[in-house]
């Protein structure tokens, strides 16, 4: 079982900048693939980006550019520059190790205003 908690959320001006973590109870440096999912009201949950355990990232097209994934130890970690309002939504992360093993975070919140 892995626990996960997303952090650093909030309210910011369009073309602002924001940096979330998502705190894992275990070490995620073993972990197959970590991933930061969004999902803005009224639509489903898109995935934005991810890391493998090797350290390959990947990037939605809409984000490409703007965001950056990064880890340590037990935390990943989501620095969104160039935010745009259509980025809003609430900001998951997830871990995933085996169709049987994955783990969802609570969640936080991004509003970016115009």
């Known amino acids: 079982q892995v626990q996960l908690v997303e952090s650093g959320g909030g309210l910011v001006q369009a073309g602002g900048s924001l940096k979330l973590s998502c705190t894992a109870s275990?070490?995620?440096?073993?972990?197959?693939?970590m991933h930061w999912y969004r999902q803005a009201p009224g639509k489903q949950r898109e995935w934005v980006a991810g890391?493998?355990?090797?350290?390959t990232t990947h990037y939605v097209d809409s984000v490409k550019g703007r965001f950056t994934v990064s880890r340590s130890q037990n935390t990943l970690y989501l620095q969104m520059n160039g935010l745009k309002v259509e980025d809003t939504a609430v900001y998951y992360c997830?871990?995933?190790?085996?169709?049987?093993?994955?783990?969802w975070g609570q969640g936080t919140q991004v509003t970016v205003s115009s």
């Open positions: 890391i493998t355990s090797g350290g």
């Open positions: 275990t070490s995620i440096f073993g972990i197959k693939r």
């Open positions: 997830h871990a995933y190790q085996t169709s049987r093993s994955a783990y």
